[in-house]
Nanobody, 123 residues
């Protein structure tokens, strides 16, 4: 599975952006999808995740400001980011969890990553 992220850019504090991440290839194996970010000098962290059924999970720092959604027909996950703060500045990465079964019918889970997209929040 290949993931192509887009939508990053420069925005002023209080502004908004929407990130998109389109999956291609063996998309039938995708289960959960998510967004992670890494700011300079900081750990890679989960921002938001969404299951194939639509259940969502958010980092405390973005709850109430960010919304993750997905269009299964388009194999695309979105991250709407409102009320952006300078501390949201980071490279954002999308992810897709893939479920396969091996020759013994045992489930194998792996994760694919998209390329990062830079979000800069600054006046």
């Amino acid at each position: 599975v290949r993931l192509q992220a887009s939508g990053g850019g420069l925005v002023q504090p209080g502004g908004y952006l929407r990130l998109s991440c389109a999956a291609s290839g063996n998309t039938g194996s995708i289960t959960a999808m998510g967004w992670y970010r890494q700011a300079p000098g900081k750990e890679h962290e989960l921002v938001a995740a969404i299951t194939s059924g639509g259940s969502t999970n958010y980092a405390d720092s973005v709850k109430g400001r960010f919304t993750i959604s997905r269009d299964n027909a388009k194999n695309t996950v979105y991250l709407k980011m409102d009320s952006l703060k300078p501390e949201d500045t980071a490279v954002y990465f999308c992810s897709a969890d893939l479920l396969y079964y091996n020759a013994h019918d045992e489930p194998i889970v792996s994760r694919s990553w998209g390329q990062g997209t830079l979000v800069t929040v600054s006046s």
